[in-house]
């Protein structure tokens, strides 16, 4: 328990961490730095930067993996750089959510050039954190069902830590506003976000040494098959690997929808619904929601499977769009499609997750050699695709629809209306039904299919150690000759 609930704290500083800066440093640039409409060139430039080095970082997500895998330390592997990752990712977000000392608007060149430094040294530090703690987990067992508890333990986490960030952002703002600014209470200032960021940065910190303190990797056969990882191992590890690629697929239209949803939507509600304020609930909902909903998940896996949970949570989320379609101006419609929209997220999620972790085994069978961070590296990576996607369009969106600064929705034109509705609801429609597909057809690594490949590496394995006692020498498994059939999971691979 005491391994479970570190896991759920790590995890929880580490999402509220990338909700703030993955869905409100828009909200942020467009409502304090730059709102009126000579700022829109601004906020523009400042779009096109994140999306630049979001896109151009994300490259690099499996050289990150690299370097996390060849880690050697008394520490292990994957702690040193999830405390080291969280503490500069949490300093850099201080500044990231600033005016940098008056230069955004005494000297924008200055800010941009700053801005952009920061964003990249977050990125790429929070990229080190964030795929060693969830390299961990092929690490603590080779058992589903225990890497399903230890899933679910840190998905209540991540999901408390997501959901938190929407319930206590408008009232923090508003408190540290009034408590720093001076201002009555109500009203937003820059002060009162830099005190809101700094609460995100202490949880996102405190979470990785709790996380780094209480937990360690599983030593055995199949986790000591390892080498020092190369470039050209990197992209063999994901490239022969077609049931992560398929995966990866999958999950980036998943992801990719979602994501821009989520950050339209205080968006809706300051400039559709006009009620900033009740965006609070959103929290209150998804919070209670996401641990019902991550709860659930081991029953649901043992009952009807991960492909049947990721795509059934995928009809669950459309009938939250259709919802939302129908709901107008109406606030209780509006949170009903909140909770049949974001129900389901955690689910989908962990699903992906466990299945990506399980093909660590996988690929461990047909490269014959171990790649756990390069392996998990693509989930992070996919949703920092996903997010970099969403800021560039969010950004374009809140200015093509009119909801910059203190336009009030009777301000938004029915065609500002129509582009904001085609972003946040149909485009991710469409989406969501071809991702499902995806996954239906093409992602067959199963439970039991999991079960059996670590049966054979361990033959595999065993069988090489006993060559090694008997000859002094390491002999070439009789298998390594031979073809690998994977007909059961729609491919053959030759290794």
């Known amino acids: 328990m005491r391994k479970y609930l570190a896991y759920a704290f790590g995890t929880f500083g580490h999402d509220a961490f990338y909700n703030t800066m993955s869905i409100y440093f828009m909200m942020f640039i467009t409502s304090q730095l730059f709102t009126s409409g000579a700022s829109a060139k601004m906020v523009g430039m400042v779009t096109a930067i994140i999306v630049i080095i979001r896109v151009g970082e994300i490259m690099f997500d499996p050289m990150i993996g690299g370097v996390v895998d060849n880690t050697n330390t008394r520490w292990g592997k994957f702690r040193p750089w999830i405390l080291i990752g969280s503490v500069v990712a949490s300093i850099g977000l201080l500044f990231l959510f600033s005016d940098y000392f008056g230069l955004a608007l005494n000297n924008p060149t200055m800010y941009l050039v700053a801005l952009a430094v920061s964003f990249l040294v977050i990125d790429v530090f929070y990229s080190f ?18 890497r399903t508890r230890f899933g679910t333990a840190s ?13 206590i952002i408008s009232p923090a703002i508003m408190f540290f506003s009034h408590l720093i600014s001076k201002v009555p209470f109500g009203q937003e200032t820059r002060a009162g976000w830099t005190g809101y960021v700094a609460i995100v940065a202490i949880l996102c910190t405190g979470g990785a040494i709790i996380a780094c303190m209480n937990l360690k990797e599983q030593h055995n056969l199949i986790r000591s098959n390892v080498k020092h990882t190369t470039v050209t191992d990197i992209f063999r590890a994901i490239g022969r690997n077609s049931q992560l690629l398929w995966i990866a697929a999958s999950y980036f239209l998943f992801a990719f929808s979602y994501v821009v949803t989520n950050s339209l939507l205080l968006y809706y509600f300051t400039y559709r619904l006009g009620n900033a304020g009740a965006y609070t609930w959103v929290g209150v909902i998804t919070c209670i929601l996401g641990v019902i909903s991550v709860s659930l998940f081991p029953a649901l896996e043992m009952l009807i499977k991960r492909k049947a949970i990721y795509i059934g949570g995928i009809a669950f989320m459309l009938i939250g769009y259709v919802i939302f379609l129908f709901a107008g101006q109406s606030l209780p419609m509006v949170l009903v499609a909140v909770a049949f929209y974001f129900f389901p997220y955690p689910l989908i999620f962990l699903a992906t997750l466990m299945t990506i972790t399980d093909s660590v085994e996988y690929g461990q069978l047909i490269n014959g050699t171990r790649n756990e961070s390069v392996t998990l590296s693509v989930r992070p ?5 996903a997010g970099a996607a969403s800021n560039g369009i969010v950004g374009i969106v809140a200015v093509a629809a009119g909801m910059t600064g203190s336009a009030k929705p009777s301000d938004i034109t029915a065609h500002g209306i129509f582009e904001f509705n085609t972003f946040m609801f149909y485009i991710p429609i469409v989406l969501l039904v071809i991702a499902a597909f995806i996954f239906f057809a093409k992602v067959n690594l199963t439970e039991k299919r999991h079960a059996e490949i670590v049966k054979e590496l361990e033959a595999r394995l065993e069988k090489k150690e006993v060559n090694v006692d008997e000859t002094g020498s390491v002999e070439q498994s009789e298998n390594n000759d031979s073809n690998y059939n994977t007909n059961d999971l729609g491919m053959n691979e030759t290794r």
Not at 155 to 167: E, K, N, P
């Open 129 to 146: 954190s964030d795929i060693a703690i969830w390299s961990l987990l092929p690490a603590v067992s080779l058992d589903s069902k225990v």
């Open 155 to 167: 998905r209540i986490g991540s999901t408390l830590g997501a959901q938190i960030v929407i319930v």
């Open 381 to 385: 990576l996919i949703d920092k695709l």
